[in-house]
């Protein structure tokens, strides 16, 4: 008996229509982006569509769509501009003197920066569960751990950790894991709650890291 056929579906385009390049056009392409990672936390990542970010932006379909083709091209962008700033993020930490710094001194410093930027994104967590689960999205996913991981691992070489880059990897990979997730709960908390859950988590990174950094090879 012949098998029957499977219906695959058809991945939509994430390609803005065009990048503004006059200045008018260039705020309200960021406005759209700003007024949809509002409704993303609002109104949630099924409930939302180009009619409601239109709406909320005051202009017509047709004319949000001279800038994203459809929700997922506009949520793609705001993915894009996220991982823009974590790629930031670890550029700067390559520029600490890591040979000079302590353990607990560079735990500290590293939690802080990559908070930031999590706190800064509205709505990060709808929207990295979106980069997740949207099939659009998930090259974006895919290269947040690429990018971390590869990055960490260089920070821990840097760090003191004489491990092969296979070991480095796995571990910058536990430390993706932990981090990326309690920041995803910690812009959620409030300011106690959030103090506490960062206390536990630069324990967990000292005792994980520590125990490395003072293996051999």
Known sequence: ???????????????????????????????I????????????????????????VGISVGSLYHYFPNKHAILYAMG???????????????????EDMTLPNFIDQVVDINLR??????????LVQAMFSVQELRELDERHDDMVISQMAKVFKRLGFKKHIRERERIARLYLEVTHSTYLVVVNQ??????RTLDDLKLMLTCVLERHLNEPE
């Open 1 to 31: 008996m012949a098998n029957p056929p499977t219906t695959m579906k058809t991945m939509q385009s994430v390609s803005p229509r065009s990048e503004p390049v006059q200045s008018r056009s260039i705020k309200r392409a960021q406005q």
């Open 117 to 126: 930027t999590y706190r800064q994104q509205r709505a990060v967590l709808r």
């Open 33 to 56: 982006l700003d007024v949809t990672s509002e409704l993303l936390e609002t109104v949630g990542l099924n409930d939302l569509n180009t009619a409601i970010i239109a709406k909320e």
């Open 190 to 195: 409030n300011e106690r709650r959030a103090a």
């Open 80 to 98: 894009k501009s996220w991982l823009d700033s974590i790629e930031d993020v670890l550029k700067d930490i390559q520029e600490w003197r890591l």
